[in-house]
């Protein structure tokens, strides 16, 4: 059975470091995994810079050609539609920020809505600046469904703040999960906390911070 | 949040009630940010036709006496400097941002230090200066512009931050100043309406004789010797014992802090100097800083453009070697501590 897990959210809410999470998690359970880079309207911090890690992990990489070169240019040279029918294990796609970059889904939302097992993930953080209150970030959340002519099926909890995050950050997001919970009336699927702070209780999913600065890595 | 984003946010904090670009990136989330933000603050968003045109409009609105900025990257800053010239020339403050990336030319859109050159020493034409300051991280980028707005002020002179690509692109937690709401007083020069009240001020940079243009050149370099006096300012890291001083500059010195703490870790003897006002250039500081240095070394994304800076600054005493990356490509902590290496750092 086809997988298919779409994730949207704010430029920098941290779609990308999940979409890495969830190519990883995929491919340990021994699933085929294929992540495409949606990203069309950012060049920078997205899942294309992960292209030896996932190598390494035996997953698939789709980017749009141009994709970490010097060429600026919103263009998509492969078939996502294709890629979601013969896909037989896990597909990710990771799409670029706000409703600018959920028009590109919006060309493929036939296809996707049509194929397999779809969940399509809202991520936000909660310290963002265009997401600071539950009712901005249900703004968002519906200008990218109008967008991507598509219907996200829960929110993920990835408040954070960068390399000072703490055990109070990410519990200090829980209500506003909940107040975002409510008003688009779709479930909390789960919150984030980085592994590094040991937050192994039910209430996180503990991933790895792949996105950082090179003086971090 | 992003660099680009929290430029623009000080920039409105700090009292900027004029905003003229035109996109181009990777600065383009600051003018986006203006777009989406700058009429809720009571002030003015405007997407130029040109680079050109957004300076000149810089030019016409500090004129009035308002707080006036505008932002580009590299190509986009080259083709400002004619109107930044007019700027210096007619004693017009206002901040200028370069979010720079790679060069000559078109080059490319990854990160870069290539402007070192333009922003200090020729970003136009004529004899003046920028104050030009050099963020090294989100939080600075947003100290740097509140300042820049008020030493523009006080001296009556353009300020440029000279950011890359990779802090403009890169999120990092802020927080923002308090910051007082007065603005200074421009009443002795502002174009803003003379109302019959007063005789009328006139903004110019042409001259119609000899005399009168090298007189307000003077009057200007007057000036510059007290910026030079007051205005320098760097951060020192572990310099004290330091055998080799490594000297960056923005994003690159961020990088070079990590290559120095994987050094000391080995026992070497190693420190960091990193200017923060690029001009003036902290000549006082980098001296203290290298006093018992045995070699200098100065990291940057570029050719090398910082390291005659640094010579003058230290009477060419001490040898200054150069690492640096170019190009769009982003030096390594581990090619860091290669070069240190390499230069016999002494434990």
Redesign the interface.
């Known amino acids: 059975m086809n997988k298919i897990n779409v994730i949207t959210g704010h430029y920098g809410s941290g779609k990308s470091n999940l979409s890495v999470n969830l190519a990883i998690e995929a491919a340990r359970s021994g699933r085929h995994v294929t992540v495409v880079d949606l990203d069309i309207v950012n060049p920078y911090f997205r899942t294309a810079d992960f292209k030896e890690l996932f190598g390494e992990k035996g997953i698939e990489l789709i980017t749009p050609s141009y994709a970490n070169t010097n060429l600026d240019i919103p263009a998509l040279c492969f078939d996502l539609e294709r890629i979601a029918a013969e896909e037989n294990g896990c597909l990710i796609v990771d799409v670029g920020g706000d409703d600018d970059g959920a028009v590109a889904l919006g060309r493929f939302a036939d296809g996707l809505n049509a194929g397999g097992d779809l969940d399509m993930l809202y991520v936000f953080n909660r310290f963002r600046y265009m997401t600071r209150t539950p009712d901005e970030a249900a703004e968002l959340f519906y200008k990218i469904e109008t967008a991507s002519r598509m219907k996200h099926t829960a929110i993920v909890n990835n408040s954070n703040l960068g390399c000072e995050t703490t055990a109070e950050t990410v519990e200090s997001s829980l209500e506003y999960a909940d107040q975002l919970s409510r008003l688009v009336n779709l479930s909390v699927a789960f919150s984030t906390a980085p592994k590094s702070l040991g937050m192994d209780d039910r209430r996180f999913k503990s991933i790895d911070v792949y996105v950082k600065p090179v003086w971090d890595r | 949040?992003?660099g680009n984003?929290a430029l623009a946010?000080a920039a409105m904090r700090a009292g900027c009630k004029c905003f003229f670009g035109y996109p181009i990136?990777?600065q383009t989330?600051l003018a986006a940010y203006m777009a989406k933000r700058m009429q809720k603050n009571g002030g003015v968003f405007l997407q130029a036709e040109s680079e050109i045109a957004a300076i000149n409009m810089v030019l016409g609105a500090a004129s009035t006496g308002v707080r006036a900025m505008t932002s580009s990257s590299s190509p986009g800053i080259s083709l400002k400097s004619e109107g930044i010239s007019y700027l210096a020339g007619s004693d017009l403050p206002c901040v200028i941002i370069n979010v720079e990336r790679?060069g000559p030319g078109l080059?490319?859109?990854?990160p870069s230090q290539a402007d070192y050159w333009q922003a200090t020493k020729g970003l136009g034409h004529g004899d003046f200066h920028l104050l030009v300051y050099a963020p090294a991280s989100v939080q600075e980028m947003v100290d740097m512009v509140v300042k820049a707005f008020d030493k523009a002020d006080e001296y009556r002179m353009p300020a440029l931050i000279l950011a890359d690509?990779?802090l403009g692109?890169?999120?990092?937690?802020v927080a923002f100043p308090e910051i007082k709401a007065e603005m200074p007083d421009k009443s002795s020069w502002a174009t803003n309406g003379h109302k019959n009240k007063r005789e009328h001020h006139i903004i110019n940079s042409l001259y119609l004789t000899p005399d009168e243009l090298e007189k307000t050149v003077l009057d200007r370099y007057e000036r510059y010797a007290v910026i030079k006096e007051n205005e320098t300012d760097a951060e020192t890291y572990l310099t004290e014992d330091a055998d080799i001083v490594v000297c960056a500059f923005g994003a690159t010195a961020?990088?070079v802090?990590?290559a120095v703490n994987d050094a000391r870790d080995q026992g070497i003897k190693v420190g960091m100097f990193r200017p923060k006002t690029l001009w003036p250039y902290p000549n006082k500081e980098i001296k203290k800083a290298c006093e018992n240095a045995s070699k200098v070394l100065s990291v940057e994304m570029n050719m090398g453009q910082m390291v005659d800076d640094i010579k003058l600054a230290l009477n060419c005493e001490k040898p200054v070697e150069f690492f640096g990356r170019t190009g769009?490509v982003?030096p390594?902590?581990a090619e860091v501590l290669a070069k240190i290496k390499a230069m016999g750092g002494n434990n």
Do not use: A
Not at chain 2, 107 to 110: K, L, R, T, Y
Not at chain 2, 169 to 173: S, T
């Open positions: 949040m992003k984003e946010e990136t990777p989330e790679g080059g490319g859109i990854q690509g990779l692109q890169m999120m990092e937690p961020r990088v802090k990590s769009g982003i390594t902590p």
